[in-house]
């Protein structure tokens, strides 16, 4: 996520307010939605159905909190960290 990455590297200030700006009216997509059966194979099988479907409840979480501007920092990085812990 942009705007996550221009908080840990100090961005310039217009850097920081623009992917701030595109992550409030982007809604982050569904783990199926972005890597799309069109596109990809195989992308929910049997064996990662579960993380899956746990994946899609943290980005839900994520634009839940994008909605009502909640985009603290403090409070989307951890929830970036469970989708990457989950997918790795």
């Known amino acids: 996520m942009n705007y996550l990455e221009s908080i840990e590297e100090r ?29 990809y194979l195989n992308v929910v099988v049997l064996e990662n159905q579960v993380a899956i479907e746990q994946v899609n409840n943290i980005v839900d979480e994520i634009n839940s909190n994008r909605s009502d501007g909640n985009i603290d920092y403090d409070v989307i990085y951890p929830l970036v960290n469970q989708i990457i812990q989950l997918i790795d």
Do not use: C, M, N, Q
């Open 11 to 39: 961005a310039s200030s217009r850097v920081r307010y623009l992917a701030k700006r595109t992550f409030l009216h982007r809604e982050v997509p569904h783990y199926d939605v972005y890597f799309s059966e069109g596109k």
